[in-house]
């Protein structure tokens, strides 16, 4: 029986990095605290060889019915698993699913919820659009986090496979909204997801003034994303918006181009690693909170940017 | 039909966040209504467009005192406004705790077929409210909705984005909405809108048996943002400074 249980998420039946990378990190602590070994609850089936190596419990409810997120059937499965490891710590890599399936949960189980936080060890969160750092304590039988993932990568470490136990599935009495279909963007990664991320403002000029950012950004195997003012110009979609009315990146680069730096954008990027700022006003605010910056015109600038990143990838 | 909606203030993010003396300094703070909760009521008000017969009742757990800050609700054209005064709180299940006793006091025992609330506010970001207020009223919910749809047999067809794509759902009333940017574009309030508002109703509820919070705030304190930048000269530099730093 194990302390802590991990929410592994999948999409189309592969496990997603935020979830993998959670799950090591909550191992590794764990670990350190002599509380191992960890279990994990996964539902949906998923690729062959694809369920992760970390020593103890993956409760799976494989059943094609749960490929597709659904709020009370998933719902009823963590139950089941927290219920069966009386599990006292539950995670969740934040994200669209936990924002949905979360506050259910905390509820039923009479947890404490504890969302957005830096770290499965204690609840740290920006607030205020990033101008303050707020720490929440828990007062609860069972606690629920929802994890942001952070700059910096995880290693994964091998090992044997989980011991598997099947759950069935129960279906709830109202399953709730249905999810008819699921349509993922091919090519780019998820701006919240990426680890690099070349966003771009007002500054890029237009829609087609991206296409060296989206050149740049699959030549480092990034994402792009943008400024509101950009979104509502309607050069990018609201989903590539960074702020504090878009996403938050967890990026380890940052290459903010023709962004001013307004708060509402900087609540977007205060847990990313490293800042470049390309900006033709040398006092724009971008560059106060930039590790490197380089006061140019965008548009001459990304071209011979992106010509010696080239090079050095030969 | 009876649409409820459930809005809070935030600080302007224009205004000034500061610190003083290890506290938040709320002397230059100028509140508004939480901009996530101007979709959920736009929302609503399309929804009472499309019905017809629907009264949009907009709830906040907040000071009776701010109620010249809510009216701006009924001025884009809410109906009722329902304030509940309950302990100062940041616990996001004190709150939804606290509306759901709200609802009974206004609905009894049934609950209005369509709940919005906005997906998160933008002071403190747990975005669990409308999660657990669906659960205490046992209604289902779907968070960050982009896109509502009412078919003419009252299906909803909704859309939210999600980590490298987008969902579609189907659902049914009753059901809790939280909106998501993108939803559609409030409208402004007009100078009619402002004077209607004021001969709107307002109702000031008082929380009793307030659960005890499950999350408490610890600690606050500024965030540390400002970075030495290292400026370069020319792309060639630049390029240089990212690799000596490696991260290139
Ligand atoms: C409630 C609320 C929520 C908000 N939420 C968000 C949010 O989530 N995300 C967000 O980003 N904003 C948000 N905003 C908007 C925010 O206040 C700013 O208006 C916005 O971030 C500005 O976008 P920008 O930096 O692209 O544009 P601008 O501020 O216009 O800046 C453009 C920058 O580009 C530079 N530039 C111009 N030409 C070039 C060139 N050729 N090469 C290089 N640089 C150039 C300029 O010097 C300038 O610094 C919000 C605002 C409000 C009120």
Redesign the pocket.
């Known amino acids: 029986m194990g302390r802590h249980l991990v929410f592994l998420e999948q999409r189309e039946g592969r496990l997603k990095d935020a979830s993998l990378d959670l799950l090591s990190r909550v191992r590794e602590m764990a670990g350190l605290r002599g509380e191992g070994p960890i279990a994990a609850v996964l539902a949906g089936p998923v690729d062959e060889g694809m369920l992760p190596a970390a020593a103890g419990t993956l409760y799976h409810a494989a059943d094609p019915s749960l490929g597709l997120y659904g709020r009370e059937p998933y719902a009823a499965l963590v139950e089941e698993a927290v219920r069966r490891e009386g599990a006292a710590e539950v995670y969740f890599a934040e994200g669209a699913l936990s924002a949905d399936l979360a506050p259910l949960l905390s509820v039923r189980l009479r947890a404490a919820l504890l969302g957005g936080c830096g770290g499965p060890d204690g609840c740290l969160r920006p607030v205020y659009s990033g101008a303050a750092l707020a720490g929440f304590r828990p007062d609860a039988e069972i606690r629920i986090h929802s994890v942001a993932s952070s700059a910096g990568r995880q290693e994964r470490g091998g090992g044997e496979p989980m011991r598997v136990v099947e759950l069935p599935v129960s279906a709830g009495a109202d399953p709730g909204p249905v999810l008819r279909e699921l349509v993922m963007r091919v090519g780019l990664a998820d701006v919240g997801e990426a680890r690099v991320v070349v966003a771009?403002?007002?500054?890029?000029?237009g829609a087609e003034g991206f296409r060296l950012l989206e050149e740049l950004a699959s030549l480092l195997g990034g994402a792009v994303g943008?400024?509101?003012?950009?979104?509502?110009l309607g050069w990018r979609p609201h989903a590539e918006?960074?702020?504090?009315?878009?996403?938050s990146v967890s990026a380890d680069l940052y290459i903010?181009?023709?962004?001013?730096?307004?708060?509402?954008?900087l609540?977007?990027i205060a847990r990313a690693g490293t800042v470049v700022a390309?900006?033709?006003?040398p006092h724009?605010?971008?560059f106060a909170v930039a590790d490197y910056g380089f006061v140019?015109?965008?548009?001459t600038?990304l071209p011979a940017f992106i010509e010696a990143v080239r090079e050095l990838r030969k | 039909m009876e649409i409820a909606v459930c809005v809070t203030l935030v600080p302007?993010?224009?205004s000034v966040i500061g610190f003083r003396d290890g506290a938040l300094d709320t002397s230059r703070i100028s509140e508004?209504l939480n901009?996530y909760d101007e979709y959920a009521l736009e929302e609503a008000l399309l929804m009472r467009e499309r019905q017809g017969d629907a009264t949009v009742r907009v709830f906040s757990v907040a000071p009776a005192s701010k109620k010249p800050l809510l009216q701006k609700a009924l001025a884009m054209g809410a109906d009722r406004l329902v304030i509940v005064e309950g302990p100062e709180s940041c616990d996001p299940w004190q709150t939804a705790s606290i509306l759901r006793e709200a609802f009974r006091a206004v609905y009894g025992e049934a609950v209005p077929e369509l709940v919005l609330c906005g997906r998160e506010s933008?002071d403190f970001r747990s975005g669990e409210v409308p999660g657990m207020l669906a659960t205490l009223l046992g209604v289902p919910s779907l968070s960050g909705v982009t896109k509502l749809e009412a078919a003419p047999d009252g299906t909803l067809r909704l859309e939210r984005e999600i980590e490298g794509g987008l969902e579609r759902f189907e659902a049914r009333l009753p059901i809790l909405l939280s909106a998501e940017?993108g939803l559609n574009t409030p409208r402004k309030t007009s100078m009619k809108g402002v004077m209607e508002a004021r001969k709107k109703p307002v109702e000031v509820l008082s929380a009793r048996d307030v659960p005890e919070p499950r999350v408490s705030l610890e600690s606050l304190r500024p965030a540390e943002r400002h970075k030495e930048c290292r400026m370069a000269g020319d792309v060639r530099e630049l390029v240089r400074l990212l690799r000596k730093g490696e991260v290139l």
């Open positions: 771009g403002g007002r500054g890029v000029g943008a400024s509101r003012a950009a979104v509502d918006q960074v702020g504090q009315t878009g996403r903010a181009c023709g962004v001013s730096g307004a708060v509402q954008h609540a977007g390309i900006n033709t006003d724009a605010p971008i140019a015109d965008l548009h600038a | 302007d993010t224009a508004v901009p933008t940017k």
